[in-house]
């Protein structure tokens, strides 16, 4: 993993992938689970999802960086 940055639109994009990242490994989980787990996972992948519109809010410059 990279270091998170500290602040400013720097840090606000680090969480912004962060979050979409961990919506997507979420998703990814739901082909091979079992029915409560899958919905457990889906309404995870859901709550991460819903930050990245409230982060692309904050800095609305970050929105096409890509960080790793």
Do not use: C, K, W, Y
């Amino acid at each position: 993993r990279a270091a998170a940055p500290g602040a400013g639109s720097a840090g606000v994009a680090f969480l912004r992938a962060a979050e979409q990242a961990a919506a997507t490994a979420m998703l990814d989980r739901l082909r091979n689970a079992p029915g409560s787990l899958a919905q457990l996972f889906a309404s995870i992948s859901a709550s991460e999802a819903t930050h990245v519109p409230v982060l692309d809010a904050a800095a609305p410059d970050t929105t096409s960086q890509v960080t790793g």
